[in-house]
């Protein structure tokens, strides 16, 4: 039960009818996988440590570098060089000291009997990487595990978002995207990338996240594409392909 304390905290999302103080309690009960603690995976974080999720597990290979800090706004000057999972993990124990987070210095996909635990251990995995490898690991795992995912990406002014169910009765990452050859993805590396942008695209993953931990349901399999440039959203809708099902 939520004490008092954690009432007051939590005030303004329980008020919403669409949390309440079930939907608290569940997400205080959830447990999350974010992987990839760069734009998209520390905003996500921030998002869900403010708002009660009981567990987060961050995942992510990389140190803290001066060319991140126009956009991973939960990093300082002072985690320069740092692993990212622990500047993150300090930076999410500092908003919400009433969570827990356990922290993979690693690349998802690395390593398949660790990724196993981990998206065994959770109820919900985010997609916060940069690369289609990840993603298509990320797919096999929660599908074999029957676990939900969503995926970001963001790159220049543009980003897409897209949740996948339990069963992928609404298809799946493969029938969206079933080519691993990178060669001609995006990478803000090489392509550039405004903060913001990954703002608004985090925040979707986030709240996604949110809904779905709190008991609603989610549009599944719907691909949201952000234009920032003409503010823009299209939807698309996944379709399942026989070929990618019936292995
Ligand atoms: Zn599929």
Known sequence: MLNDELLERYSRQILLPEIDLSGQEKLRQASVLIV????????????LAGAGVGKLTLIDADSVEVSN?????????????????????????????????????????????????????????IDATDNLAARHAIERLTCALAKPWVM????????????????????????????????????????????PVVGVIAAWQAQDALMFLSGQNLEWGVLRVYDSTRQRIDRLVVTPRDECHTS
Request: glycine share 12%; hydrophobic share 35%; proline share 2%.
């Open 36 to 47: 990839g603690c760069g734009g998209l995976g520390s905003m996500i974080a921030l998002f």
């Open 69 to 125: 800090l126009h956009r991973q706004l939960a990093f300082r000057e002072s985690d320069l060089d740092k692993p990212k999972v622990e500047a993150l993990k300090n930076q999410l124990l500092a908003l919400n000291s009433e969570i827990a987070v356990s922290t993979c210095l690693g690349r998802f996909g690395d390593d398949v009997e660790s990724d196993t635990k981990l998206v065994g251990d959770t109820d919900m995995v």
């Open 152 to 195: 970001g990406a963001a790159a220049r002014l543009h980003g897409q978002v897209v949740a996948f169910s339990r069963s992928r009765v609404e298809g799946c990452y493969r029938c969206m995207a079933p080519s691993e050859d990178d060669s001609r993805g995006f990478d803000c590396r090489d392509e550039g990338i405004l903060g």
